[in-house]
């Protein structure tokens, strides 16, 4: 009884809570396969990953310190650092957008100017719809050429051809309309030469400034997965499909092994590349989706950590 209790020892462990942009899905499998390998454990990193969506924005929750991490769209992150949101971009997940726009084969809708007096789901406030905008004006398409209702979230109004086009991640609802047996067009602003990155890491301004260490050690172990994801993608996707219930392992497997493509660049992983930043930043300028003037900063919400490498 009288023996003195040994002090704890301090593990050194930091718990990490990340935010996806949305569901889950093939597209986030590296975060999955990364944990289960242990990568992250052996940088001193207890993960959790969390699913966003509709109801869980990762920006809102990031800004409110709920996540530590999150994932947006990198235009979504500057328009957030505009309206004065304290964040910080960590690095470039996808090194272009995956939004595309889609219609079913043989039903007249080979090109996306047959969208004329035809109906079109937009995801109104989101990244999809900045490019949808773009696309159509850049096809001579005005807004009073075609009919608009609210992406709902889900593939049934495409499916029951109760609208014509509707807004896709090219590796993720085109894959599972194909193991529906549903043939597609796909059309890519890329096509007319808009030039957009996609998904981004972000995290709150003044969580970078005191815990630049742990994000350098959860950017070294994410970067680390995904070099391994990308080489094994079966066994990613179903490192996935073990952690989030109702995914089919077949699909989600067809689903990451075309995301791999978007997740390097020039033999970069993660790293944020100026030149890329400065095109995405222009076309939101030309949209008027950016105001210069309220951004001057803007880069220096950006970690340039790729300089040093």
Known sequence: CSKKEEPEKETGVVELS????????????????????????????????????PDNNSIILVAAGSDAIGVTSADEALVAIQKGIPIKIIGTLFYKSPIVFISKKNRNLDKFENLKKRKVEIDFGSNAEIQFRAFSE?????????????????????????VDYSVAYEMDQINTLKSKGVEVNVFRPEEVGIS???????????????????????????????????????????????????????????????????????????YNDMVLWEKTFEFLKNQKILEPDKLPNWKSHIYWEGDKK
């Open 138 to 162: 850049a096809v001579g398409l005005r807004k009073e050429d075609y009919f608009e209702q609210p992406y709902t979230y889900n593939l049934i109004p495409f499916l029951e051809d109760k």
């Open 18 to 53: 990340v935010r996806m942009k949305w569901f889950f899905a093939g597209t986030m499998s590296h975060f999955f396969y990364g944990k289960e390998l242990g990568i992250f454990e052996e940088k001193g990193l207890k993960l959790t990953i969390h699913s966003g969506g």
């Open 196 to 270: 957009l990155l996609g998904d981004v890491l972000i995290c709150k301004l003044d969580y970078f400034d005191n815990n630049k260490e742990t994000i350098d050690k959860f950017l070294k172990a994410l970067r680390e997965a995904i070099s391994i994801s990308s080489k094994n993608p079966d066994k990613a996707a179903e490192a996935l499909v073990k952690s989030a219930q109702g995914l089919n392992s077949d699909n989600e497997r067809k689903i990451y092994r075309d995301t791999v493509k978007f997740l390097s660049y020039k033999d970069h992983i993660l």
